[in-house]
C-alpha cells in the first residue's frame, strides 16, 4: 500500500515534467522501478525484526544439542559383536535424575535363547526402562548387564541393538510407501520378503485390497492405516529385521479389546521360536510366557509363570482379577 501510494506521487509530479521535456522518459521508468524495488527490500524487515529473538532460542538450543554428553560412552577398545543372545541382567539400579526415585531398583532377569519372558506391572513400574537400557539409549550407571558373557558397556552401541527388535506401543511410520517403510528394518530385503512379513503380520487381506500393492503411499506417519494396521506393521518389521530377541513394548497400548486379542493371538503364532521379552501392564496372553518377572516401583517382587503367581495370590493376582472382570472373555 505505501509502495504503491509513493509510486502514485512520483508519477503525479514526474509525468508533466516529462510532457514538458524536462526529464527523461526512460529516467522516469527507472525511478519508478527503483522505487517498488526498495520498498520490497524494505517490507520484510519488521517481521524479520519481530523473528529474531525466536531465531536466536532456536539457534541456542541448537548449539545446546551439539554441545550435550552422549548418553552412552562407547568403548574406547569394544569387544566382538556378541554370538549369542544370552542375556543376564543382575542388580540392575537406574534413575533418570539425581534426586528422583529409582526408576530400577536392584532388577535381575535371564532370557537364554528361545526364552519367554514377560514384565509386567503398574504405569511407571521400570518395564520400559529396563528395555532401554538393554537398547543401549542410556548407560547402565549400577549393577550390569551381560550379552554373551560380556558386560554390554564393552561392545559398541550398534552391535548391541543389533540383538534387537523392538515393537514399541507407537509405531512411527514416515511419509513415504510401504515398501520404503519396511526396506529400513532389512535394506536388502526383497519384495518376497516384505510380503512374506506381511502375511505372517496378518497384513494379508489388508494387503491384497491395496491397488499399488507395496508401493501404497501410507500417509503422514501412516494415517491411512489403523492402529491395529500399523501394530501388525512394526511387527512385520521386526520379523524382516530377524533379530535374536524380539523386545515389545506394549505393543497393544491404546488398541481396543478385541484388536488387542487379535494382536496377541498373532504375536502368539509368529513368535514361537524367537527369544522374547515382552514388557506390558496388560496380561493378556500371559499363559504364553515361560516366566513373569513382576516389577513394582522399579523391584522385582514376583516373579514365576501365570499358574505360579495366581497361585501365590499377589500382586500379578490382584492384577489380573480385576482386568479380567473389566473386559469380555475370549470368543
Same mark, same amino acid.
Given at each position: 500500500?505505501?509502495?504503491?501510494?509513493?509510486?502514485?506521487?512520483?508519477?503525479?509530479?514526474?509525468?508533466?515534467?516529462?510532457?514538458?521535456?524536462?526529464?527523461?522518459?526512460?529516467?522516469?521508468?527507472?525511478?519508478?522501478?527503483?522505487?517498488?524495488?526498495?520498498?520490497?527490500?524494505?517490507?520484510?524487515?519488521?517481521?524479520?525484526?519481530?523473528?529474531?529473538?525466536?531465531?536466536?532460542?532456536?539457534?541456542?538450543?541448537?548449539?545446546?544439542?551439539?554441545?550435550?554428553?552422549?548418553?552412552?560412552?562407547?568403548?574406547?577398545?569394544?569387544?566382538?559383536?556378541?554370538?549369542?543372545?544370552?542375556?543376564?541382567?543382575?542388580?540392575?539400579?537406574?534413575?533418570?535424575?539425581? !534426586?528422583?526415585?529409582?526408576? &530400577?531398583?536392584? #532388577?535381575?532377569?535371564? $532370557?537364554?535363547?528361545?526364552?519367554? @519372558?514377560? %514384565?509386567?506391572? =503398574?504405569?511407571?513400574?521400570?518395564?520400559?526402562?529396563?528395555?532401554?537400557?538393554?537398547?543401549?539409549?542410556?548407560?547402565?550407571?549400577?549393577?550390569?548387564?551381560?550379552?554373551?558373557?560380556?558386560?554390554?558397556?564393552?561392545?559398541?552401541?550398534?552391535?548391541?541393538?543389533?540383538?534387537?527388535?523392538?515393537?514399541?506401543?507407537?509405531?512411527?511410520?514416515?511419509?513415504?510407501?510401504?515398501?520404503?517403510?519396511?526396506?529400513?528394518?532389512?535394506?536388502?530385503?526383497?519384495?518376497?520378503?516384505?510380503?512374506?512379513?506381511?502375511?505372517?503380520?496378518?497384513?494379508?487381506?489388508?494387503?491384497?485390497?491395496?491397488?499399488?500393492?507395496?508401493?501404497?503411499?501410507?500417509?503422514?506417519?501412516?494415517?491411512?492405516?489403523?492402529? !491395529?494396521?500399523?501394530?501388525? &506393521?512394526?511387527? #512385520?518389521?521386526?520379523? $524382516?529385521?530377524?533379530?535374536?530377541? @524380539?523386545? %515389545?513394548?506394549? =505393543?497393544?497400548?491404546?488398541?481396543?479389546?478385541?484388536?488387542?486379542?487379535?494382536?496377541?493371538?498373532?504375536?502368539?503364532?509368529?513368535?514361537?521360536?524367537?527369544?522374547?521379552?515382552?514388557?506390558?501392564?496388560?496380561?493378556?496372553?500371559?499363559?504364553?510366557?515361560?516366566?513373569?518377572?513382576?516389577?513394582?516401583?522399579?523391584?522385582?517382587?514376583?516373579?514365576?509363570?501365570?499358574?505360579?503367581?495366581?497361585?501365590?495370590?499377589?500382586?500379578?493376582?490382584?492384577?489380573?482379577?480385576?482386568?479380567?472382570?473389566?473386559?469380555?472373555?475370549?470368543?
Amino acid at each position: 500500500m505505501t509502495a504503491n501510494l509513493t509510486l502514485f506521487i512520483i508519477l503525479l509530479v514526474a509525468i508533466p515534467l516529462v510532457g514538458a521535456g524536462k526529464l527523461d522518459g526512460v529516467l522516469l521508468a527507472v525511478v519508478s522501478l527503483v522505487t517498488l524495488s526498495s520498498f520490497e527490500a524494505v517490507a520484510p524487515l519488521p517481521q524479520a525484526a519481530q523473528m529474531l529473538e525466536a531465531s536466536l532460542d532456536s539457534a541456542r538450543r541448537l548449539f545446546e544439542l551439539v554441545d550435550a554428553e552422549p548418553a552412552v560412552s562407547e568403548p574406547d577398545a569394544p569387544s566382538k559383536p556378541p554370538v549369542s543372545a544370552d542375556l543376564s541382567v543382575r542388580s540392575l539400579t537406574f534413575r533418570y535424575e539425581a !534426586g528422583l526415585a529409582p526408576a &530400577l531398583q536392584g #532388577a535381575d532377569l535371564e $532370557l537364554t535363547p528361545g526364552r519367554k @519372558v514377560a %514384565l509386567v506391572g =503398574p504405569s511407571g513400574a521400570g518395564k520400559s526402562t529396563l528395555l532401554a537400557l538393554l537398547m543401549r539409549f542410556w548407560d547402565v550407571p549400577a549393577g550390569t548387564v551381560f550379552i554373551d558373557g560380556q558386560d554390554i558397556r564393552s561392545y559398541r552401541s550398534e552391535d548391541a541393538r543389533r540383538l534387537f527388535s523392538l515393537v514399541s506401543q507407537t509405531t512411527y511410520l514416515f511419509t513415504a510407501t510401504l515398501r520404503e517403510n519396511l526396506r529400513l528394518a532389512n535394506p536388502d530385503a526383497g519384495a518376497g520378503d516384505f510380503e512374506r512379513a506381511l502375511d505372517q503380520a496378518g497384513l494379508r487381506d489388508w494387503f491384497v485390497r491395496q491397488p499399488d500393492g507395496l508401493d501404497t503411499w501410507l500417509g503422514e506417519r501412516g494415517q491411512q492405516m489403523s492402529g !491395529g494396521e500399523r501394530q501388525r &506393521l512394526s511387527l #512385520a518389521r521386526a520379523l $524382516l529385521q530377524n533379530a535374536p530377541v @524380539v523386545l %515389545l513394548d506394549e =505393543p497393544t497400548a491404546h488398541l481396543d479389546p478385541l484388536t488387542e486379542r487379535e494382536i496377541i493371538h498373532t504375536l502368539h503364532a509368529v513368535l514361537k521360536e524367537q527369544t522374547v521379552l515382552w514388557a506390558t501392564h496388560s496380561l493378556k496372553g500371559m499363559e504364553w510366557m515361560d516366566e513373569i518377572v513382576v516389577l513394582d516401583r522399579g523391584q522385582v517382587v514376583e516373579r514365576g509363570t501365570h499358574r505360579q503367581l495366581m497361585k501365590l495370590d499377589g500382586l500379578y493376582a490382584r492384577m489380573w482379577r480385576i482386568q479380567n472382570e473389566a473386559l469380555p472373555p475370549d470368543e
